[in-house]
């Protein structure tokens, strides 16, 4: 029986809707597993159902319409299920990985054709062209998912992996090494040790879950004219985030980058106003300058003093932004407006716009609540590549934890070393996958340069 | 000019070494007329190293190849003079059985056995070339210039090409323990395109066993209860001898670190690479400083001599350094050295020019086994031996060969690693090398594979039958242990005996032996009417019972394993004309040619999209 594969199958940063597709024998026992629709009628073969998917403590992650087509009548000739839910990073992130841990792997680049051609779906002449979509989707996800490490996980993700190493070692030595003057594992000392490394794939886990373990996430820039209140926005939005993760001082001096954190959506926040005080402005910047940040960035917040009017600068930088990808915080509306949403409404239809009052600090929960609809609404995306990492990584780092936690319940009743190596060696390997580090005689290796063996 | 042959075979084993003794013995049990040549006929099986069978991972290839119908199992059974199960402390996956053999004896049988083998001929001589015409081998020359037709001819010449002996800074042509060196052969083996490479291994010092002082070593005794390496042998009764241990110690090490300039290893003569896991005494010394001491085995070469084996003591230190140290250690002041260590050096490929039937690439009907092919052992040879062996006989009859996986057997593994990712040192097998080691276990070394030996013709009726019964013992024996109930108050006294809780109400023997303290053999105390079973069968049911759900979970994994596994590839793919396929996986593939897409995945550099676009194409090439 092959494996049951998922993925996501809508482009990212396109619209309201994402749709999550399973392929597999398991298909249909994980999507009765995660949804419950509202009318509680059974899921039937090729009929759309309502209903919300739900984590295993039964909180509503998202409402959906799915869909369960039995083979062989379908793209790749398995029985496959389609999850349709809204279209931003958070929800389709989380539905993935509850497809995941119960029970489906994350398809490779390309396998879904792949299936579909093997499975005889598409014909002979198609054949070709699949070969040469897997390479080059291979090409494109291995690009992605290296570097997407954020420095310091990468470093605690390692640092587990050395510790496993280290029991790998140990184990190995101990298992084919009998007659050696080699210090024996005991059990005591094998589950500490095992022990350590669980609770640091724990805390990894609580980490991904707040979206902290990528370098990159989504990309919000603050632009405005000095002391409009970028300053209080940034300090704001950082303060309020419990997960501040590294502080990465732009390449240049006109920036600063801040990785923060918002009800689980990973952003690197970009202030403009590096140097705030000198004659960083809008306009200093230029509208180029402007238009180039604008295009690096998913999402930009542009503060406006409503006591001050409206100045040329102002009408060119408007006329730039993207609605869809742009909120105007019009700050210090606790003054004598010289500015109405009106005024900037015939500068730019359609683009949202807050009024706030700095002085108040309760306007950060407006602006990320703002935020937050714009992500989950699906009007504000991050590339793909990251998504299906995060995912992956996610995923992986359950495996960890779940072999760990197996070794210690059986190291825990002295269970024989080879079986509990089992358990040791794949989350060794998870750890190694996540890392993308190849994984060979690295074991035996490292026994032959640590121990003195043989006759 | 036509070749006038003196005899015409179907097979010729060339060197009658482990891997040689096996091959023949294969091919002619299988019915192909054999040659088996050895420079010296009182060569045939020697052990020119330890004085041992098995040990982990080793162990358990011998009770493959006795499963198989080879020859190594029942040999050592009929001459080991000590044996121990090793591992017994862990689970049943790696409980080794290791034996110390009489060598004289060792050698003995097995000529013997080899004198009386029916389609075999045995020939004292000197290989010196092939006869090769259009890439396929047709026989073999002598020394004589005497020339024997063969349809498949299996080279396993061991440490003899080219074979060069250090001792200090002397070194010398020779083949292992005194024997001439094979140095016209492999000249023309390069001429016939094989490229060759440099390996090297040691042996330590022999000394007189009346020469040592045995109260100052520990002594080592074998297992009280044997059991056979053969599943032909239930039981085996035997008088067994010691085996002494003692250490290295600082003034061991002085005089080796004095000396280290003295050594041929560090002199730079030396160009072939060692293995890691057998390093000779000034290796250890050098790489591991800071150890205070290095323990060695002292063991009796066999009953009928003085001689004994220094295991864990190999040098290639002149022979006044070699007898300074070893009168350093304690227990060894006095002794008499009767044969110096010695380190050597010998010719060998690269087992990536092998096909998984140990067929030579290059040469139709060419076979290779043992050192030749990179490996180091006795067990690791003979285990190839007898799959070449297997493989020319099948070839010449035009039948499928026989290839075991990585979740058969340890030969498997053994063959896979070799032939799939190679080797940078002489190979050894270790548990830790198999993916599927609660399954891969000794103890049912004969579940896994006698119908295999038995469906090409190895395996005779005899041995079948045997297996047959045995599984349907252990059949009956699980299922009255399920059936079996024990009250508690029946159980109470023995469960206190074992440390083992008190059972509430009744439950089945099977169920109670499920927990870790309770042994098979101990239950017998509350299973009055069990029936007699062998020791061979005891295991099997005790191991069955104890790590079914473990077993059963890796039985899962092979079963995925397996479907790559049986996915296969043509000998003749172009792979550089494969689209998508990556130019490094291409290479790799168009050099290793593996035989199936799960071979094909453990090549390094070959990625899993370069195996999804190997499966795509082989659909497309299915369908048009």
New interface residues.
């Given amino acids: 029986m092959e494996d049951t594969i998922a993925a996501i199958s809508t482009p990212f940063g396109e619209g309201g809707i994402g749709i999550i597709r399973i392929s597999g024998e398991k298909s249909l026992p994980i999507i009765s597993n995660i949804f419950s629709p509202v009318r509680k009628d059974p899921i039937k073969n090729r009929m759309m159902t309502y209903g919300h998917i739900c984590d295993k403590e039964g909180r509503i992650i998202d409402e959906v319409l799915t869909v369960y087509m039995k083979k062989p009548g379908t793209y790749t000739a398995e029985d496959v299920v389609e999850i349709n839910c809204h279209g931003g990073i958070v929800p389709i992130q989380r539905i993935l990985s509850l497809v995941l841990s119960n029970g489906a792997r994350l398809a490779e680049p390309g396998e879904f054709t792949k299936r579909a051609f093997l499975n005889g779906r598409l014909d002979l002449t198609q054949a070709e062209a699949v070969m040469d979509l897997i390479s080059a989707k291979a090409d494109k996800t291995f690009d992605a998912a290296l570097n997407q490490l954020e420095g310091m996980l990468s470093d605690k993700i390692k640092e587990a992996r050395k510790e496993l190493m280290d029991v790998l070692v140990d184990l190995t030595v101990n298992i084919d090494y009998p007659d050696e003057d080699i210090e024996e594992v005991t059990y005591q000392n094998l589950i500490s040790r095992l022990e350590s490394v669980h609770r640091k794939t724990e805390e990894l886990l609580k980490s991904v879950d707040t979206g902290r373990i990528l370098k990159d996430g989504l990309r919000i820039t603050i632009i405005g004219k000095p002391n409009v209140g970028k300053s209080s926005l940034m300090n704001g939005l950082l303060r309020e985030s419990r997960a501040i993760v590294t502080d990465i001082p732009g390449t240049t001096r006109d920036t600063i980058e801040e990785n923060i954190n918002i009800k689980g959506i990973p952003i690197l926040l970009t202030d403009t106003a590096g140097i705030r005080d000198t004659e960083d402005t809008v306009e200093a910047m230029g509208i180029q300058r402007s238009k180039d940040s604008f295009n690096k960035s998913d999402l930009v917040i542009m503060v406006m003093d409503s006591s001050r009017s409206i100045e040329e600068e102002d009408r060119e930088i408007l006329k730039l932004l993207e609605p869809s990808k742009a909120i105007i915080l019009l700050n210090k509306i606790d003054l004598k407006s010289q500015i109405t949403i009106d005024d900037i409404k015939e500068i730019k239809d359609n683009i949202r716009i807050l009024p706030v009052s700095m002085k108040d600090l309760s306007f950060i929960d407006k602006v990320e609540e703002v935020i937050v609809n714009m992500v989950y609404s699906g009007k504000v995306s991050q590339k793909d590549s990251i998504v299906i990492t995060n995912v992956r990584h996610k995923n992986l780092l359950e495996n960890t934890e779940k072999s760990l936690a197996d070794a210690i319940r059986i190291s825990k009743i002295y269970e024989p070393l080879e079986i509990i190596e089992i358990d040791v060696n794949s989350a060794y390997l998870s750890l190694g996958e996540i890392l993308g580090e190849e994984t060979g005689d690295d074991i035996l290796n490292e026994v032959f340069s640590r121990f003195c063996l043989g006759k | 000019m036509k070749n006038i042959y003196m005899d015409n075979y179907d097979v010729i084993v060339i060197g009658a070494g482990h891997a040689g003794c096996e091959a023949a013995l294969a091919s002619a049990r299988m019915g192909s007329r054999t040659l088996i040549f050895s420079i010296n006929l009182e060569a045939i099986a020697m052990m020119p190293c330890?004085p041992s069978i098995g040990?982990?991972?080793k162990g358990h290839l011998v009770r493959e190849i006795d499963a198989l119908g080879g020859e190594m199992g029942i040999n050592i059974d009929k001459t080991f003079i000590q044996s121990r199960m090793?591992?017994t402390?862990?689970?049943?996956?790696?409980h080794?059985l290791r034996a110390q053999a009489d060598k004289t004896k060792y050698h003995l049988e097995m000529k013997k056995t080899l004198e009386k083998q029916k389609n075999l001929d045995i020939i004292q001589g000197e290989v010196t070339d092939l006869i090769i015409e259009d890439k396929r081998v047709r026989g073999v020359v002598t020394r004589t210039n005497t020339k024997y037709g063969a349809k498949a001819v299996i080279l396993a010449t061991g440490t003899y090409l080219h074979g060069k002996i250090f001792i200090g800074d002397s070194n010398f042509s020779s083949g292992p323990n005194g024997l001439a060196a094979s140095e016209i052969l492999p000249e023309n083996l390069i001429k016939h395109g094989m490229k060759f490479r440099r390996f090297k291994t040691g042996t330590?010092a022999r000394a007189l066993a009346s020469t040592f002082d045995y109260s100052k070593m520990a002594k080592q005794e074998g297992d009280k209860k044997i059991i056979p390496f053969s599943f032909m042998n239930d039981y085996l009764e035997k008088k067994q001898i010691n085996c002494w241990l003692t250490?290295t110690n600082d003034k061991t090490h002085r005089v080796i670190r004095n000396n280290f300039h003295r050594s041929a290893l560090f002199g730079g003569e030396i160009e072939g690479i060692g293995?890691?896991?057998?390093?000779s005494i000034e290796d250890?010394v050098n790489?591991?400083a800071d150890?205070k001491?290095?323990?060695l085995?002292v063991e009796p070469e066999g009953l009928d001599t003085e001689e004994m084996y220094i295991?864990?003591m190999?040098s290639s230190m002149p022979e006044d350094v070699q007898r300074e140290f070893y009168h350093t250690i304690e227990g060894l002041e006095n002794i008499k050295i009767t044969r110096p260590a010695y380190a050597i050096e010998y010719d060998c490929i690269d087992p990536l020019e092998l096909r998984p039937t140990l067929e030579y690439m290059g040469i139709k009907g060419l076979y290779c086994a043992g050192q030749f092919n990179g490996s180091s052992g006795y067990e690791e040879a003979a285990s190839q031996g007898l799959i070449a062996g297997i493989n020319a006989s099948l070839s010449i009859n035009g039948k499928k060969p026989f290839i075991l996986d990585r979740s058969e057997a340890y030969i498997g593994v053994l063959i896979d690693d070799l032939v799939t990712?190679g080797t940078n040192e002489p190979y050894r097998i270790?548990?830790?090398?198999a993916e599927y080691?609660?399954v891969l276990r000794q103890d049912n070394a004969d579940r896994r594979l006698t119908h295999r030996g038995y469906e090409v013709g190895l395996v005779s009726e005899d041995r079948y039958n045997k297996f047959l019964a045995k599984q349907e013992n252990v059949k009956a024996e699980i299922d009255r242990l399920k059936k079996t109930m024990i009250k508690a108050e029946d159980a109470e006294d023995y469960l206190q005996s074992r440390g083992s809780h008190s059972l509430k109400g009744s439950v089945s023997l099977y169920d109670l032996l499920k927990r870790?303290e309770i042994t098979y053999e101990s239950m017998g105390k509350i299973d009055i009417n069990r029936p007699e079973i062998s020791s061979h069968e005891i295991d099997c049911v005790e191991v069955n019972i104890k790590?079914e759900g473990?077993i059963k979970k890796?039985i899962q994994q092979v079963a995925k394993f397996k479907r790559m596994e049986t996915k296969r590839l043509s000998e003749t793919m172009d792979y550089n004309s494969?689209?998508?396929?990556?130019l490094e996986a291409a290479q790799k593939l168009n050099k290793i040619r593996p035989v199936s897409i799960g071979q094909a995945s453990r090549i390094?550099g070959v990625?899993?999209?370069?195996i999804?676009?190997l499966?795509?194409?082989l659909?497309?090439m299915r369908?048009?």
Avoid at chain 2, 578 to 582: H, N, Q, S, T
């Fill in positions: 330890n040990g982990t991972g090793l591992n402390a862990k689970g049943p996956a790696v080794s330590p250490y293995p890691r896991y057998c390093p250890k790489r591991f150890k001491r290095h323990q085995f295991q864990g190999s990712k270790m548990t830790s090398r080691r609660l870790p790590y473990y890796q494969i689209e998508g396929l990556r390094s990625s899993p999209a370069d999804n676009v499966l795509v194409y659909e497309k369908r048009s």
